[in-house]
């Protein structure tokens, strides 16, 4: 009986190492799973903010090109120098 009792125990024990080297990695995958998920919430924030910084980059742009097609008839509208130089005429 003793000895019955002895393997059990050694049993009991690889079951234990077993299980706490489970919790360990349940542990690790939780934080990996912390990480990822902050990690696509900066993402998502960076793509939002380049997606307004493209809108005011597009209106600008269209902005630009509607004084370029009229500054004939609107001599009024300062262009950059740098602008005028690159209209075509």
Do not use: G, W
């Not at 370029?68 to 509208?77: A, E, N, Q």
């Amino acid at each position: 009986m003793a000895k019955l009792e002895e393997n059990e125990q050694v049993y009991l024990n690889m079951y234990l190492k077993a299980f706490i080297q489970f919790l360990i990695i349940m542990n690790h995958l939780f934080s990996v799973s912390r990480q990822l998920s902050k990690e696509k919430q900066d993402l998502k924030a960076a793509l939002e903010r380049q997606a307004v910084i493209n809108q005011n980059l597009s209106q600008e742009k269209e902005q630009l090109m509607f004084k370029l097609r009229h500054r004939d008839s609107c001599p009024t509208i300062h262009l950059p120098a740098m602008v005028q130089e690159i209209a075509p005429r």
